[in-house]
């Protein structure tokens, strides 16, 4: 199979299971663990085509929502950094099958701004041109930056994506449109916390403790960031926290954090239950949720 083979998004894309065919127990940081998250990721690879998908017309109220929405600009611009971040982390691997799965994941990136771009353009919505991205200088600490970044959107994005289909704010039709590129996210944080837990095995005992504290230093700088955007009044770059607000649909926070672990744990069951799963922030969420009540 080649990034060449496209079809277009299917009418209706339920979530699909992925199991690999090692037997047994699996230890992390083993070969076996290798082939499996990058097979799982290769493996899954939903061929669809940006440029034929069959946007349906949208008019009053809802086209309003749509395009009223603040957030495309951000959406499109962290796509666009994404890909080249994760591209420039595939150029640098010398493995060559974490560096085709990191390629595909760069490759599905790519795809999700072409989407955007293409909605947008179909709706009539106005962006500002994209700044220029500064080529990272250490791939693999901006892979893993983007890595960590990804994690904490996408659970996020998981609660409103469902709030948004539940709601009927979007239209099933267009909900149907997204849902493959929020089960690629899903796939993506789940190869990045095993290439990760994989590449901390493969560093010599005396680089280990420098290793994990690049990591602890990553998801600092990102939870940080994320928590400046949560107490911003005025930044509409916030999607994910903030997202339910900006479609005028109310939520409780003890709702929302109860939405977002439980479709987390939905789309991460459809994977190898020997996988490792994203672990912060479920464990945040969870933690926080004991002293937040309806």
Known sequence: MTLTE?????????????????????????EEHKQMFCRMLLDTY?????????WPELEGDALA??????????AVETESETSMRMQCAADATKDPLIKEAISLNAFEERRHKDVLENMIRFYGIKLKPEPDYPTPTKPNWAFTQTGYGECFDSFFAFGLFKVARDSGFFPEE??????????EEARHILFFVNWLAYQGTQQPLVMRPYFHLTRFYAVWKKARNRLKLARSKTNNSNMTLK??????IKLTPASFMDLCLSENDRRMDCFDSRLLRPKFMPSVVKMSRRFIHD
């Not at 997202?243 to 005028?248: C, E, F, N, Q, V």
């Open 65 to 74: 929502r749509l395009t009223g929405l603040p957030f495309w600009q951000i």
């Open 46 to 54: 939903d061929p669809y085509k940006p440029a034929v998908i069959d």
């Open 6 to 30: 496209e079809k277009p998004i299917p009418d209706e894309s339920p979530l699909k299971g992925w199991t690999s065919d090692h037997e047994g127990e699996l230890r992390i940081g083993s």
């Open 174 to 183: 267009l909900v149907e449109v997204f849902e493959p590129v929020i089960q």
């Open 243 to 248: 997202g339910h607000k900006a479609m005028g």
